[in-house]
């Protein structure tokens, strides 16, 4: 029998910040306006959207999404902090450089490979494997390894939704995620930072989490380049550098793939990277982090698991963090 508990996020005494909290009014009304509605009345408003009925997607400005319980109680992070401080190492390693340089990668058209493990495989538009009808909010924590933290309340689609789409057999043990490559729009790769393409991965259980999601757009419009337009991964109980930006191929494979920062320096970055404050990196602790955009001081401790244990420490039941790190 299946016994249906609310999940935490639906808890009463859990305080639901408003979206008018956290989203500047000039975004506001720059949903409502696209929306062609009278009145706002909350983030539900988008549930009467705009069909995109399959067919296009928003190249800029706001997208049709419907508000979820998935919320932290903090505020989210300035909408120019989430899309001015960036990594995204395929247009230079400085903070500023991705949101200088991004504008110059093509986002439309834009496909997506699926190999390996699965009924369904080849080449799909990217409105073919996600229904830019049916988004989401979900404001969750980012927590970067360097130790310093965002709020960023992204729309999207949860990524086991995307995945079952594909029919996964059961060998697929792992899923890799590779981003786009190209030298001439990507100043940064002319450098051999990172052996590019940038590759991420996930264990098949962590990918079907209920958390793991694919973002589309952030604060209510489409994704800026600087944060992996047209689609990234967001795996919020990770460090950031999971999740992977500009996702061009996904592949179910039955070990565990490889991955662009446990290549580069395996003591230092692991495959499976949850934030954990009780292991230190080897050059610096992770006890806490730098609250970016909340003023020069703000710190805060860091948690395990970046706050989401209740829902991700299952996955992990019996295994050593530490040495699985
Ligand atoms: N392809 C690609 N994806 C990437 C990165 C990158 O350099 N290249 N940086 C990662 C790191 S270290 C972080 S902290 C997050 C940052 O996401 P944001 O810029 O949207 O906040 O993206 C991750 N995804
Ligand atoms: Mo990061």
């Not at 689609?231 to 991955?259: A, Q």
């Amino acid at each position: 029998m299946l016994i249906k508990k609310p999940h935490r996020w639906q808890l009463p005494e859990r305080a639901v910040t408003s979206k008018a909290d956290f989203l500047n009014r000039r975004q506001i009304m720059a949903t409502v306006g696209a929306l062609g509605l009278a009145g706002l009345a909350g983030c539900g408003a988008a549930e009467e959207s705009v069909a995109q009925a399959g067919t296009g997607r928003p190249l800029s400005g706001a997208l049709p999404f419907r508000a979820t319980d998935y919320q932290v109680a903090d505020e989210s992070t300035p909408y120019e902090a989430v899309t001015g401080y960036n990594n995204f190492y395929e247009f230079g390693v400085g903070k500023d450089d991705p949101a200088r340089y991004a504008s110059a990668m093509t986002t439309d058209p834009w496909s997506i490979e699926i190999e390996g493990h699965a009924t369904r495989t080849g080449r799909f538009a990217l409105e073919d494997v996600v229904d830019f009808s049916a988004l989401e909010e979900r404001i969750y924590r980012l927590r970067c390894v360097e130790a310093w933290s965002m709020v960023i309340p992204w729309i999207g689609i949860p990524l086991g939704a995307v995945l079952r789409q594909f029919e996964p057999t059961s060998d697929a043990r792992y899923v890799q995620f590779i981003t786009y490559q190209d030298a001439g729009e990507m100043r940064g790769t002319r450098s051999a930072v990172l052996d590019w393409p940038y590759k991420e991965g996930l264990r098949m259980d962590e990918a079907m989490n209920e958390l793991a999601f694919l973002a589309v757009g952030l604060y209510g419009e489409v994704l800026p380049n600087q944060n992996g337009a047209p689609i990234r991964l967001v795996v919020p109980w990770k460090y950031g550098y999971k999740s992977i930006k500009s996702i061009v191929k996904i592949r179910f494979v039955s070990d565990e793939p490889e991955t662009s920062w446990k290549r580069s320096a395996p003591r230092e970055y692991g495959f499976y990277s949850n934030v954990n404050p009780n292991r230190a990196h080897p050059r610096w602790s992770q006890a806490s982090e730098r609250v970016i955009g909340a003023g020069p001081f703000a710190r805060r401790e860091t948690e395990m698991f970046n706050g989401y244990g209740p829902e991700v420490a299952g996955l992990y039941a019996g295994m050593d963090l530490i040495e699985n790190h």
